[in-house]
């Protein structure tokens, strides 16, 4: 089974403050794949094969890496973007999701 | 308008069989390359894949569950089923179904989800 490993576990930012969370795979992943989720809701698909924004995800949010290393930007925080973010990779099975980084806003 | 809906019993007791059905519409499981999966979720914690299902009736089981899981589909009535035997408080989640996205080669994603359906195992 891949562990996903990500850092931090709970952060809070700034109006404006640029973020980044990290996701570790314990063996080699061809992609990661990022939810956001907000509470009381299911998550959403924000980023696909490592730096695809899904539909309607601003373009201040990006994605990437490669092999067992991959990040997660928001270029600039926004209050509306304060949600549980999980990465998540489907190279083998069982598919594995990240324990999640819950980010708030300051 | 891609849409899925879970529906289930709400409360069961240990060792009951949990039953799951998810409805959709906007797709169809008979479409080649098209695939629903199962993923659950314990109040204030992360989330756990459980199954999916293909077009082809291919399946594919989270090993953890150990045999508990059966997955399966009606393509007639759109709708998508997942069973876990011999339920415990471990058990206890919010479960959602989801679209499987496929965007290349071993390029794989949920797209859309359902709103999930809360599970209580309690006796």
């Known amino acids: 089974e891949i562990v996903l490993t990500q850092s931090p576990t709970t952060m809070a930012a700034s109006p404006g403050e640029k973020v980044t969370i990290t996701c570790r795979a314990s063996?080699?992943?061809?992609?990661m794949y990022w939810y956001q989720q907000k509470s009381g809701a299911s998550p959403k698909p924000w980023i696909y094969?490592?730096?695809k924004l899904a539909s309607g995800v601003p373009d201040r949010f990006s994605g990437s890496g490669s092999g067992t290393s991959y990040s997660f930007t928001i270029s600039s925080m926004e209050t509306e973007d304060a949600a549980t973010y999980y990465c998540?990779?489907?190279?083998?099975?069982?598919?594995?999701f990240g324990s999640g980084t819950k980010l708030e806003i300051k | 308008q891609v849409t899925l809906k879970e529906s289930g019993p709400g409360i069961l007791q240990p060792s009951q069989t949990l039953s799951l059905t998810c409805t959709f519409s906007?797709?169809?499981?008979?479409?080649?390359?098209?695939?629903v999966g199962w993923i659950r979720q314990p109040s204030g914690k992360g989330l756990e894949w459980l199954a999916n299902?293909?077009?082809?009736?291919?399946?594919y089981y989270n090993p953890s569950l150990k045999n508990r899981l059966t997955i399966s589909k009606d393509t007639s009535n759109n709708q998508a089923f997942l069973k876990i035997t011999n339920v415990d408080t471990a058990d206890t989640a919010t479960y959602y179904c989801?679209?499987?996205?496929?965007?290349?080669?071993?390029?794989?994603?949920?797209?859309?989800w359902g709103q999930g359906v809360m599970v209580t195992v309690s006796s």
């Open positions: 299902i293909w077009w082809d009736d291919d399946k």
């Open positions: 906007g797709f169809s499981l008979s479409t080649y390359g098209m695939g």
């Open positions: 989801a679209r499987i996205a496929w965007t290349g080669y071993n390029a794989y994603y949920f797209d859309y």
């Open positions: 094969e490592t730096s």
């Open positions: 063996s080699s992943v061809s992609y």
């Open positions: 998540h990779q489907w190279s083998s099975t069982p598919l594995t």
